[in-house]
């Protein structure tokens, strides 16, 4: 457990030991009401934590609201409405209110949502925060129901949003920047910016996947918290997973190549799904042809030691912390 897992345990645990939290041990709170659930999460952004003073107001509008539906993915849900708490500072605050809302409302049409309320203050550091709820009409996905022998997949490329940070934000990347060109470099920042949640994936996941999250704080930290709470442990090949072209010419510049993996796997906001799946659930959900791509990166093993294989297939040591607030 990072220190964030570790003060979420500690201290909110005894706080949420009840059927509609679920231990705190998925993406999202449920709350029966007979045949539909609504499916609850939360998630906030701040200043010099999550993004920087200058980034655009609309683009940190659209990127809230999309990190959030993707919690919602993350459990199989749909849309449906979203609570919002934003502090701002007082200078020029209607203008950058203005560019903030329209970037809400671009949003709120593209996932269907609604407004139910929220609140608004001045502060010295912008702060934003949504509670969105969605509607779930089966099964929902956890990631306490891992299940040993099962397949590892994930929904699409990782480590596009990490390089569209770094090479805006880090100088020791200008050279990446300059070699990529800017066509390349603009898809990287729209990725950071502008991720996808994959709702669709997910509710075609139901009743096949036996876990699922999204990966919000990096791929190996999430798969973690998977086989953490399914007491599990996971074999994962860097052959297997799935990186764009502009990754792969980005790759290539790399000296160290385990520094390019650690960004890649620990970095995060990709937002993409990880999940587990048996091989017979896998023959099932293709007869289904939902013409979904999803890439096969490992499997789970029931002890709970996660091994980590290179390109020549042995095994490697990464520093892999994942993203914490702390």
Aim: hydrophobic letters at 40%; a positive charge.
């Amino acid at each position: 457990m990072n220190k964030e897992q570790l003060l979420i345990h500690k201290y909110f645990s005894k706080l949420s030991s009840n059927k509609q939290s679920m231990n705190l041990k998925n993406d999202a709170a449920q709350v029966d009401f007979g045949k539909k659930k609504i499916v609850i999460s939360t998630d906030m952004m701040i200043e010099n934590v999550h993004f920087v003073k200058n980034d655009s107001p609309e683009l940190l509008a659209r990127k809230l609201i999309r990190v959030n539906v993707s919690d919602l993915a993350a459990m199989g849900a749909r849309p449906y409405g979203f609570t919002l708490n934003l502090a701002i500072p007082d200078k020029n605050s209607s203008h950058w209110i203005a560019k903030f809302s329209a970037g809400l409302m671009k949003e709120q049409n593209n996932y269907g949502l609604k407004l139910f309320g929220g609140d608004l203050s001045k502060s010295e550091k912008i702060f934003m925060s949504i509670t969105i709820f969605g509607k779930a009409f089966k099964r929902i996905h956890l990631m306490t129901t891992a299940k040993n022998k099962s397949d590892i997949y994930v929904s699409g490329n990782i480590g596009d949003s990490v390089f569209g940070y770094l090479l805006e934000n880090d100088t020791r990347y200008s050279f990446i920047k300059k070699k990529i060109g800017i066509n390349s470099f603009k898809k990287l920042k729209e990725n950071f910016f502008l991720p996808e949640p994959k709702l669709k994936l997910s509710q075609s996941l139901v009743g096949y996947a036996d876990s699922c999250t999204d990966i919000s704080d990096g791929l190996i930290t999430d798969l973690k918290k998977i086989l953490n709470f399914s007491n599990l442990g996971a074999d994962i090949y860097l052959s297997e997973i799935p990186i764009s072209k502009t990754l792969q010419s980005i790759y290539k510049l790399f000296k160290n190549k385990k520094k390019f993996w650690e960004l890649v796997l620990s970095w995060g906001e990709d937002y993409e799904l990880v999940f587990s799946m048996s091989s017979k659930k896998k023959r099932l959900f293709d007869k289904q042809k939902t013409n979904h791509n999803i890439f096969k990166v490992g499997n789970i093993r029931s002890d709970r030691q996660i091994n980590i294989y290179g390109e020549d297939l042995t095994k490697i040591k990464l520093n892999l912390k994942g993203f914490s607030h702390f």
